[in-house]
């Protein structure tokens, strides 16, 4: 089992920048990959990034790449989301999830947070 736990969600100007953070306890995380993911109102849950556990492979979706940053830390067992330069259509609840290899596919992550809320405002 792994348990994630997701901060770092708040309200922020169009332009402006937050860090997300998910803290995972449990088995151990350093062999899982990490990936976020994001749900808009009315909308599906959307892949976001992804890290390979080694951190040598790394996706983005096409709507953050270059705006967006994952990145883990395995002496605090925590990845983030470093995302700059927000725009509205980022507002969403997103979501940390951990997943026995990268990938880009929601179904493949067997362990989820709870969410937090990131508002994006214009």
């Known amino acids: 089992q792994v348990q994630l736990v997701e901060s770092g969600g708040g309200l922020v100007q169009a332009g402006g920048s937050l860090r997300l953070s998910c803290a995972a306890s449990g088995r151990t995380f350093g062999a899982y990959a990490m990936g976020w993911f994001r749900q808009a109102p009315g909308k599906e849950r959307e892949f976001v990034t992804a890290?390979?556990?080694?951190?040598?492979?790394?996706y983005y979706a096409d709507s953050v790449k270059g705006r967006f940053i994952i990145s883990r830390d395995t002496v605090k067992n925590t990845v983030y989301l470093q995302m700059n330069s927000l725009k509205p259509e980022d507002t969403a609840v997103y979501y940390c999830?951990?997943?026995?290899?990268?990938?880009?596919?929601?179904?493949?992550?067997?362990?989820w947070g709870q969410g937090t809320q990131v508002t994006v405002s214009s």
């Open positions: 890290s390979a556990w080694s951190g040598n492979y790394i």
């Open positions: 999830a951990a997943a026995p290899r990268i990938s880009r596919t929601e179904y493949d992550y067997d362990y």
